[in-house]
């Protein structure tokens, strides 16, 4: 599966491998083993790495030799649904997240008048025997939700309204 990784402002596309990893295109040897609870053992190219790893709302927060780095991971289909979740985003007024795609919603992680961040999880939706939570693209609050856990939704349906934040 090929990743979009975002580190420091950098982009990168990452495809494991059995024998280690595709970093832009060039084969690296590579392979990891968490260790303990956010404490992870990289070894690429012949060389071991201590990595540190916390999550934050946006993604990860990693320490690898002193130095900490801010990391958004995205595999290639939560790409695409988030891309067509935001095609509606343009424009003022108030955003509307749509259904990327049919499917039964699991979870409501919101609820309406809540101010969420950019990331933060809004709704899960199941399809394809998958959970897919669809996320805030950008700081707001939550005008309304349109879905309950259990419900049945079609492909652009609104889940959840957002009013932006205005500068």
Do not use: C
């Not at 303990?36 to 990860?60: I, K, S, Y």
């Not at 935001?86 to 409501?108: F, N, W």
């Amino acid at each position: 599966m090929k990743y979009h990784v975002e580190v420091d402002g950098g982009s990168f596309e990452v495809e494991r491998l059995v024998s280690g990893v595709r970093l832009n295109g060039s084969e690296r040897e590579a392979e990891f083993v968490w260790l303990a609870e956010g404490e992870v053992q990289l070894m690429l190219d012949g060389a071991n790495h201590r990595v540190f790893a916390r999550r934050t709302p946006g993604g990860w927060r990693l320490t690898v030799r002193g130095r900490t780095f801010d990391v958004t991971v995205e595999d290639e289909r939560t790409r695409a649904l988030r891309a067509l979740a935001d095609r509606s985003a343009v424009g003022g007024g108030p955003r509307e997240l749509r259904a990327p795609m049919p499917g039964l919603i699991t979870r409501v992680l919101a609820e309406a008048g809540q101010r969420v961040d950019a990331g933060d999880g809004l709704v899960v939706i199941e399809a394809m025997k998958m959970e897919n939570e669809l996320r805030a693209r950008e700081p707001g609050t939550v005008a309304g939700i349109a879905v309950r856990s259990g419900d049945v939704v079609d492909r652009d349906q609104v889940l959840v309204t957002l009013e932006a934040e205005t500068s």
